[in-house]
């Protein structure tokens, strides 16, 4: 069974301790919601769950082995939208979407059903720097459905987005889900998607931080 899973997670950014001894687990189907303050470790949770950045301590898994054996693959196997769209200007909305799925392996055939899954067919062909926020945006969640991945790791995805967008937003993931997928979401909006479990963060303050904060 495909599974995911950190255990005793420990996080620093610069010389503060962001979170320490943190566990979770994803199993097919499964929806995490990450909530807490700002600066509360959302992002850095998801920035570590997709191997941007090392974990000062702990260790995150597949089914089928550690993270840190094979780098590479974990990457293959997931999405990560951040609070960046990363979208190029220059490119048309289909020539950004195509790129981005070359980079997967892909030959881009389904960047066009990505597209229309959220709103944006008829724009295919419109240069990205005439794009609202909402539609740059949405063009980045696009990148979910150009090719596959079984998890998805969603930094605040509905930020700019209308009522009609949200709801495509709910729909893919549900899908996604269905199909066996799995998803780790930081928001502090309420997703209106059932069956999810809530990892609150609290972070640290100064005072809670000692030199057995980082002990798994």
């Known amino acids: 069974m495909i599974r995911f899973a950190g255990q005793g997670l420990a996080c620093r950014r610069g010389e503060r301790l962001v979170f320490a001894r943190l566990d979770f687990s994803l199993e097919p189907g499964d929806a995490l919601v990450l909530t807490g303050r700002n600066g509360s470790g959302k992002t850095s949770l998801l920035r570590l769950a997709a191997g941007l950045t090392p974990p000062a301590a702990g260790r ?50 389904r960047a066009h059903r990505a597209l229309d899954a959220f709103g944006l067919g008829a724009l295919a062909d419109a240069p990205a720097r005439y794009l609202s926020a909402g539609q740059r945006r949405r063009l980045a969640l696009c990148r979910l459905l150009a090719s596959e991945a079984a998890l998805w790791l969603l930094d605040e995805p509905t930020v700019a987005l209308d009522r009609e967008s949200v709801a495509a937003v709910h729909e893919v993931l549900a899908r996604h889900r269905d199909a066996g997928g799995m998803a780790m979401i930081a928001t502090n909006v309420d997703l209106a998607i059932g069956g999810v479990r809530t990892l609150a963060l609290a972070g640290f303050t100064p005072a809670e931080v000692d030199d057995t904060a980082l002990a798994s």
């Open 60 to 109: 995150l898994a597949w089914h089928d082995g550690p993270v840190a054996d094979e780098p590479q693959r974990h990457r293959s196997r997931l999405h990560y939208v951040g609070h960046l769209d990363a979208v190029k200007p220059a490119l048309t909305a289909i020539e950004n979407l195509q790129g981005w799925a070359s980079l997967r392996g892909g030959d881009g055939t």
